[in-house]
T-cell receptor, first 118, second 117 residues
């Protein structure tokens, strides 16, 4: 089945540094990928929609300059948390839809990245 | 605007019993999809079951079934013969269709299910 690879699985960084998270679709092309953030014991909140070859679409309240999204190819989307601060500590998870009569029913999720900013 | 509501923050069930996790939704779109995902402590999102708004029958996937009541806008997940490994967070989600057909999901608050031996 379709697989989405996300890494790193966890990262600890100092306040003020930038962190890049990668999301790859391994056996299918994803023109669109979604980035979610999940705080402890809370639901997944959509941050932005990543579109291959064009600008990402950000949800209301998400800072574009802080969360840089690049969808450079049909299999890779990256989320960069710039100048990270402790309040950015969270679980970040990407997902990608797979096309097809059956697979269109599903989104495939990466395994997530736990970011801890000291 | 769409809205997904899960009213049970936590559920405790004895092993081998059946459990129903509640989910109600609100949408004005005639075409939508409803999903249930399981999230164990590792964080990964595991797809369980899908129900399309035009599907005539309730979806079933092994021990999982979805009690879809369209008029009441509810999509409850039923897990039969629960197992210890079913302990996890469960999220109900609704698909919001984008212009290009890509699916954007809106998630409910989640229900933490604990199976007791």
């Amino acid at each position: 089945g379709a697989v989405v690879s996300q890494h790193p699985s966890w990262v600890i960084c100092k306040s003020g540094t930038s962190v890049k998270i990668e999301c790859r679709s391994l056996d299918f092309q994803a023109t669109t990928m979604f980035w979610y953030r999940q705080f402890p014991k809370q639901s997944l909140m959509l941050m932005a929609t990543s579109n291959e070859g064009s600008k990402a679409t950000y949800e209301q309240g998400v800072e574009k300059d802080k969360f840089l999204i690049n969808h450079a190819s049909l299999t890779l989307s990256t989320l960069t948390v710039t100048s990270a601060h402790p309040e950015d500590s969270s679980f970040y998870i990407c997902s990608a839809p797979a096309r097809g009569v059956r697979t269109n029913e599903k989104l495939f999720f990466g395994s997530g990245t736990q970011l801890s900013v000291l | 605007a769409q809205k997904i509501t899960q009213t049970q923050p936590g559920m405790f069930v004895q092993e081998k019993e059946a459990v129903t996790l509640d989910c109600t939704y609100d949408t004005s779109d005639p075409s939508y999809g409803l999903f249930w995902y399981k999230q164990p402590s590792s964080g990964e999102m595991i797809f369980l079951i899908y129900q399309g708004s035009y599907d005539q029958q309730n979806a079933t996937e092994g021990r999982y079934s979805l009690n879809f009541q369209k008029a009441r806008k509810s999509a409850n997940l039923v897990i039969s013969a629960s197992q210890l490994g079913d302990s996890a967070m469960y999220f109900c989600a609704m698909r919001e269709e984008l212009i290009q057909g890509a699916q954007k999901l809106v998630f409910g608050q989640g229900t933490r299910l604990t199976i007791n031996p």
